[in-house]
C-alpha cells in the first residue's frame, strides 16, 4: 500500500529527507490514516521529549543534564518529523499541530503524560518508553510507507542509545543502595499501569496494515528485554492493575492540560506570529 | 592579535626571590608558552587560576537557569530544540571547566561545594530575570556575545587547560550569539507586539551585559597581576569597548536601539563612546542584593540535595563492580 502522492518518494531515503524542515521541503502529502498515525507517534514523543526537558538544570549531576538534555532532544527530532508529515495531510506545519491543536485532539499514550517525579520515576518511564519505541521504529523501518520507515530509520539508531541510558541506570538504582532500589521500584510500580497502553491495535492501525507497525506485534520482544533488565537490576516485575486509558481517543489524564497550558501559551498569544 | 599587555617583556611575575623554578616559571611566560598541570607554578598563580576558572565552570552552570525556563515555553518546535542544544552545552562548558580546574588540585566535589555554600561567585549577570521570550534572545546576542569577548583572548591562556578549554567553549558560544541575534532579528521584523518585546530585553540587558567585563580598570586590582600571567590578555575597558563596537552596528541591522543616550561614534578615538554604568547596582547584585540571587542558588541546592541519593547509587554500584571485577582478576591469577 502506499500512502497518496509519492511523487518525491525517492527522495525519502534513509539518510534523506529525515528532519522535519526536509521533508517539508519534499512536498509530500500523507494520506489521513497515515497522518493520524504520524500524529499519535509524534504527540508521544512530544510530550515525553517536555517531560524530560524539565530535568535540564535539575538532573543528580552534569552529566545527566547534559544526557537527558540529549534524549529530549532526540524525542523532539522524532515529534518534528513526525509531526511534519502529518501535517502534510492537511496543509498544516509541526507547529500548528503542536501549539494549536487542543488536549481532545491529542492522541499521546497516558504514559508520557505523568506528572513527573524522582528520578527513578523518569528512568522507570524511559525504560519502558524506549524499550517499546526501540521495537516500534525497528519494525517502521520496514513500513510500505517510505517516509515513515526512514524517519523510523534514523529514530532507531537514537532510541538504541536510550535504551542503553535507561538500562544502565536501571542497574545502578537497582542495585545501588537500598533507597535507590526502592525508588526505582516504586517508579517502575508506577509506571507499570500505562504499559498495556502501548500495545494496543486498534481500528487505524488494523487499517493501516503494513504500513503501521500493529502494536501488539511487539509485545513479546519489550516483554523478554524487560525482563532481563529488571533481571539484571534486581527489580521485580511490577504485579499492579493496568489502568483506564483511551490516549488515542483522545481521552486523557488531567495533568496533560497543564502541560499543553505551558508548552502553547506563548505561541497562543501570538498566533500568526512567526519566530 | 598583537599583545597589548605593557608589562609582557618586563617583569613577567611575583616574587622578588628567584628560586630555578621561578625562573623557569617566568621564562614560559614570558615565551608566551605553556604552564602545564605538572610544571612548578607559584601558588598565587595556582589559586588565582582556581579562582577564575571554578567561577567560569559556576556561570555556566547557574547561566542554565535563565534561559532553561523557557525550555518548556519556546514558541515553536525548532526554537525549543535549539534552546535545549543551547543549555545543554552550557552544561558542558561548566563540564570542560571544572575538569580545567580539577587539574590544578582542586577537585570538582569541593568547588561545587562552595558554590553552593555562597563562598565562590558567579558571574551576576545571571542574577536577573529572562522575563520573556526576547530575552532569551538577548541573553544569547549580548551576554553570550560579551562571553565571547572576554573568551577568545583566554585561548591564548598561559594555563594550557584552561586554554584549550576555551578554543572548544568559545566555537560553541559564537552559535550561541549567532541564534540570539536571529532570536531578536525574528521578532524585530515581525508583529508589534513582538518587536516591543525585543526592544524590552535589550533594554534590560544592555547594560547588565557591558558589566559583565568587571569593573573599570581603575577599579580592578587583580586585573594588572592577571595580565602579567598572562592569563588576562586585555584589560576590563579594553573589552568592554571592543564590545560596544561590534553591538552598535549590530543593533542597527536588528533595527532596535541601545538605551544608551551617551552613545556615539569618536571619529578621533576610532571608537563608540558610551555612557556610565551603574556600579552600584552592580555591587549589589554581585553581593546577593540582584532579582534573582536567592532564587538561582536555591535552585542549584535543590537540584544537588534532590540527587543525592542517584550519586550515592551510582558509587556503590560502581564500588560493587569493582569488587566483583577484583575477585575475578584473583580468581584468574590463581586458576
Ligand atoms: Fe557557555
Ligand atoms: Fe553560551
Not at chain 1, 49 to 62: D, K, V
Not at chain 2, 39 to 65: C, F, V
Request: proline share 5%; charged share 25%; glycine share 8%.
Amino acid at each position: 500500500m502506499t500512502a497518496g502522492g509519492f511523487d518525491s518518494a525517492t527522495r525519502i531515503s534513509v539518510g534523506q529527507a529525515l528532519t522535519a524542515e526536509d521533508i517539508a521541503a519534499a512536498g509530500l502529502h500523507a494520506d489521513e490514516d497515515v497522518a493520524r498515525y504520524a500524529t499519535r507517534l509524534g504527540d508521544d514523543a512530544l510530550i515525553l521529549s517536555q517531560r524530560l526537558s524539565w530535568w535540564i538544570s535539575r538532573a543528580p549531576e552534569l552529566e545527566e543534564d547534559i544526557a537527558l538534555g540529549n534524549i529530549a532532544l532526540d524525542l523532539l527530532g522524532h515529534a518534528r518529523s513526525l509531526l511534519t508529515y502529518a501535517g502534510t495531510a492537511g496543509g498544516k506545519t509541526e507547529d500548528d499541530l503542536a501549539y494549536f491543536r487542543d488536549e481532545d485532539d491529542f492522541t499521546c499514550v497516558h504514559l508520557v503524560q505523568l506528572d513527573p517525579g524522582d528520578f527513578g520515576h523518569t528512568i522507570a518511564r524511559q525504560l519502558v518508553y524506549s524499550l517499546y519505541a526501540y521495537e516500534l521504529y525497528t519494525a517502521l523501518s520496514h513500513s510500505d510507507d517510505p517516509t515513515l520507515a526512514a524517519i523510523a530509520q534514523k529514530a532507531v539508531k537514537e532510541v538504541e542509545y536510550h535504551v542503553d541510558h535507561a538500562w544502565q541506570w536501571a542497574m545502578r538504582l537497582g542495585d545501588g543502595t537500598e533507597e535507590s532500589h526502592r525508588r526505582m521500584q516504586a517508579g517502575l510500580d508506577q509506571v507499570w499501569p500505562f504499559v498495556d497502553e502501548l500495545f494496543e491495535d486498534d481500528d487505524l492501525t488494523d487499517r493501516l496494515k503494513g504500513v503501521a507497525v500493529q502494536p501488539s506485534s511487539l509485545r513479546p520482544a519489550f516483554d523478554d528485554a524487560i525482563r532481563r533488565v529488571l533481571a539484571e537490576s534486581t527489580l521485580e516485575l511490577p504485579s499492579v492493575p493496568q489502568a483506564r486509558t483511551g490516549g488515542r481517543r483522545g481521552e486523557h489524564r488531567e495533568s496533560l492540560g497543564f502541560v499543553l497550558a505551558e508548552m502553547q501559551s506563548l505561541a497562543r498569544m501570538h498566533p500568526g506570529a512567526s519566530w | 592579535m598583537a599583545d597589548s599587555s605593557p608589562q609582557a617583556s618586563t617583569d613577567p611575575g611575583t616574587t622578588a626571590t628567584s628560586s630555578p623554578e621561578q625562573e623557569q616559571f617566568d621564562r614560559i611566560i614570558e615565551q608566551d608558552s605553556r604552564i602545564e598541570p605538572r610544571d612548578w607554578m607559584p601558588d598565587a598563580y595556582r589559586k588565582a587560576l582556581t579562582r577564575q576558572i571554578s567561577q567560569h565552570a559556576h556561570s555556566e552552570i547557574i547561566g542554565m537557569q535563565p534561559e532553561g525556563n523557557w525550555i518548556s515555553r519556546a514558541p515553536s518546535l525548532k526554537r525549543k530544540a535549539i534552546l535545549i542544544a543551547k543549555v545543554q552545552d552550557e552544561a558542558g562548558h561548566g563540564l570542560y571547566l571544572y575538569s580545567a580546574a580539577e587539574t590544578l588540585g582542586t577537585p570538582r566535589s569541593v568547588l561545587n561545594d562552595q558554590l553552593l555554600t555562597g563562598k565562590a561567585k558567579y558571574s551576576s549577570i545571571f542574577n536577573y530575570p529572562a522575563r520573556s521570550w526576547a530575552d532569551v534572545g538577548a541573553i544569547g546576542w549580548l551576554v553570550d556575545g560579551a562571553a565571547i569577548q572576554n573568551q577568545v583572548p583566554l585561548c591564548r591562556c598561559s594555563y594550557g587547560p584552561y586554554g584549550r578549554a576555551m578554543v572548544r567553549v568559545c566555537k560553541e558560544e559564537s552559535f550561541h550569539q549567532r541564534q540570539g541575534w536571529e532570536i531578536l532579528h525574528s521578532l524585530a521584523n515581525g508583529t508589534p507586539a513582538q518587536k516591543q518585546m525585543a526592544q524590552d530585553a535589550v533594554n534590560r540587558f544592555y547594560g547588565p551585559a557591558l558589566q559583565m567585563f568587571g569593573p573599570p580598570d581603575g577599579d580592578s586590582p587583580n586585573s594588572q597581576q592577571s595580565m602579567q600571567w598572562k592569563i588576562k590578555r586585555f584589560s576590563n575597558d579594553e573589552l568592554r569597548q571592543r564590545f560596544v563596537d561590534m553591538i552598535v552596528p549590530q543593533a542597527e541591522a536588528l533595527g532596535l536601539t541601545l538605551p544608551d543616550p551617551d552613545l556615539r561614534w569618536n571619529e578621533e578615538r576610532g571608537h563608540y563612546d558610551y555612557g556610565d554604568l551603574d556600579w552600584d547596582e552592580f555591587k549589589a547584585v554581585l553581593s546577593g542584593n540582584g532579582p534573582c540571587n536567592a532564587q538561582r542558588m536555591a535552585h542549584r541546592i535543590r537540584a544537588h540535595e534532590e540527587g543525592a541519593w542517584v550519586r550515592e547509587a551510582a558509587a556503590a554500584h560502581a564500588r560493587k563492580q569493582a569488587d566483583v571485577e577484583t575477585k575475578e582478576s584473583t580468581l584468574l591469577r590463581h586458576a
